[in-house]
């Protein structure tokens, strides 16, 4: 069955970086489109990033622009986020998300098919 597997997680002080990974499995990774969504307790979840499967598009939501990059590695079936200068606004779990279809709206958490079980980051001030 398809599984995708987030790491890379943690606690760290504002202003600190940390880089999440997802590996995929039991899916054709490179024919998917994938996101990085982002849930903080008490909140919705909420979208961070987007790298279509050619990876010819990529979208950041506002909040994270010019912090966060998302790339991805189709051999080894893996979507990567780098977090730079973090901020204690950032502390949420995280998950990683795919879609095979095209998606015009990729904010929409329910246009994913398949997700990961999250990983933690807490940020500090």
């Known amino acids: 069955q398809v599984q995708l597997v987030e790491s890379g997680g943690g606690s760290v002080q504002a202003g600190d970086s940390l880089r999440l990974s997802c590996v995929g499995s039991?899916?054709?990774?490179?024919?998917?489109?994938l996101g990085w969504f982002r849930q903080a307790p008490g909140k919705e979840r909420e979208f961070v990033a987007y790298?279509?499967?050619?990876?010819?598009?990529?979208e950041t939501t506002d909040s994270v622009k010019g912090r966060f990059t998302i790339s991805r590695d189709n051999a080894k079936n893996t979507v990567n986020l780098q977090m730079n200068s973090l901020k204690p606004e950032d502390t949420a779990r995280y998950y990683c998300?795919?879609?095979?279809?095209?998606?015009?709206?990729?904010?929409?958490?329910?246009?994913?098919?398949?997700w990961g079980q999250g990983t933690q980051v807490s940020v500090s001030s």
């Open positions: 039991g899916l054709t990774f490179s024919r998917y489109h």
């Open positions: 790298i279509s499967r050619n990876e010819g598009i990529t």
């Open positions: 998300a795919a879609t095979v279809r095209f998606i015009p709206n990729k904010a929409l958490a329910t246009m994913y098919d398949y």
